[in-house]
Structures are given as structure tokens and as C-alpha cells.
């Protein structure tokens, strides 16, 4: 929620330079931001093909969402730690790498472009509206959110994460019964 993204900056995670569209990076993983789980809100993405897709379609499996742009070194330094938890948990885990897309310093060519040519094996989506973004009060990249199956959020990480923590939370929320803060 917008809320509890800004209680997480207020709890220790790195201020941004900039609003999300404006190129704001956050600098390093910090520890999550649990909130209390919190539902999780709708918003809608297009995949690849520009097919509407919204969060709530995935509703009874867990899934974890991560905001990210070509122009974020920080992004680009956590994705092969996510195209590897994604070979571990992708048919548990609904992944959505969702690329911010403005269409101008960010676009959907350029994002597919880097992807493919990593040969990134996770689904791609991208927000060309700012519906995502602005659902979950995004003001630096990469963020992201971890939800359960019941839909609740379970965690939040502001800035890059190392693929140890990636594989941590995915284990937690594939997993059920899942409490705030626990591990």
C-alpha cells in the first residue's frame, strides 16, 4: 500500500534522490519492511504481447513483484538472482518483473531487449501507466514486494537484493502459514 511503502522509508530504508520516474535508485538492500500483512492491492501491467494483466489474477498463488528499469544499475545487479530463484520457484511463485516503463527513458524495446539477451527465463511486465507504481507509493528502484497466497503482503525491500534473501522470502511465502517478521 502507498501507506505502508512510506512507513518502510520512515523505518530505515534508503530515501530515493528522485521520484521514481525521474531516475531515483535506491542504493543497497536493507532489511524488510514487514507490514503486518497488509493486504495487497490491485493494479494492472501489460506482458509482453500488451495484453492486460492485473495483480488479482494471480489470486491463491503467492507472488513476489519487483519494480526495475534498464537505466538502474541496482535493478540490473539483482537479476540474475532472480532468474535463478525464478528456475527454483517459478511454478510455485507467480514472478512479475515489472519494468517502469515511461516510454521514454524507459521502454518496452529496450527492456525486452536486455532481457533476451540475458536470456532471463522470468516473465516480464511492464507499467506503462504508472498503475503499479503508484498502487505501492514507489519512489526509488528496485523494489520489491513479497506477497502470500492468501494475498497479504508479507515483505517489502527497498534497493538491491542478494539472491540468498530472493531465495529466503520465496521459501517463506511458498511455504503457508506465514506471520509478519518471521523467518
Same mark, same amino acid.
Given at each position: 500500500?502507498? %501507506?505502508?511503502?512510506a512507513?518502510?522509508?520512515?523505518?530505515?530504508a534508503?530515501?530515493s534522490e528522485?521520484?521514481?520516474?525521474?531516475? !531515483?535508485?535506491?542504493?543497497?538492500?536493507?532489511?524488510?519492511?514487514?507490514?503486518?500483512?497488509?493486504p495487497?492491492? %490491485?493494479?494492472?501491467v /501489460?506482458?509482453?504481447?500488451?495484453a492486460?494483466?492485473?495483480?488479482?489474477? *494471480?489470486?491463491? $498463488?503467492?507472488?513476489? *513483484?519487483?519494480?526495475?528499469?534498464?537505466?538502474c544499475? @541496482? =535493478?540490473l545487479? /539483482?537479476m540474475d538472482?532472480f532468474? $535463478?530463484?525464478?528456475?527454483v520457484?517459478? %511454478?510455485?511463485?507467480?514472478?512479475?518483473?515489472?519494468?517502469? =516503463?515511461?516510454g521514454?527513458?524507459e521502454?518496452?524495446?529496450?527492456?525486452?531487449?536486455?532481457? /533476451?539477451?540475458?536470456? @532471463?527465463s522470468?516473465?516480464v *511486465?511492464f507499467d506503462?501507466?504508472?498503475?503499479?507504481?503508484a498502487a505501492?507509493?514507489?519512489?526509488?528502484l528496485p523494489?520489491?514486494v513479497?506477497?502470500?497466497s492468501d494475498?497479504?503482503?508479507y515483505?517489502?525491500?527497498?534497493g538491491?537484493m542478494?539472491?540468498? $534473501?530472493?531465495? /529466503? +522470502?520465496?521459501?517463506?511465502?511458498s511455504?503457508?502459514g506465514l +506471520? !509478519?517478521?518471521?523467518?
Open positions: 500500500a502507498a %501507506d505502508s511503502a512507513a518502510g522509508e520512515e523505518s530505515g534508503p530515501a528522485n521520484a521514481a520516474g525521474s531516475g !531515483a535508485l535506491a542504493e543497497t538492500e536493507t532489511e524488510p519492511y514487514h507490514p503486518e500483512l497488509d495487497a492491492l %490491485d493494479f494492472h /501489460e506482458d509482453a504481447d500488451g492486460a494483466v492485473n495483480l488479482f489474477d *494471480f489470486a491463491g $498463488k503467492p507472488v513476489v *513483484f519487483n519494480f526495475w528499469a534498464t537505466w544499475p @541496482y =535493478c545487479q /539483482e538472482g532468474d $535463478k530463484a525464478y528456475a520457484y517459478g %511454478d510455485d511463485v507467480q514472478f512479475m518483473m515489472i519494468d517502469v =516503463c515511461d521514454r527513458q521502454t518496452k524495446a529496450k527492456a525486452l531487449g536486455y532481457v /533476451e539477451d540475458r536470456a @532471463y522470468f516473465p *511486465f506503462t501507466e504508472g498503475s503499479a507504481i505501492y507509493g514507489v519512489t526509488g523494489m520489491t513479497f506477497v502470500n494475498g497479504d503482503i515483505s517489502m525491500f527497498y538491491a542478494q539472491e540468498d $534473501k530472493i531465495l /529466503e +522470502q520465496l521459501d517463506i511465502i511455504g503457508g +506471520q !509478519a517478521g518471521g523467518s
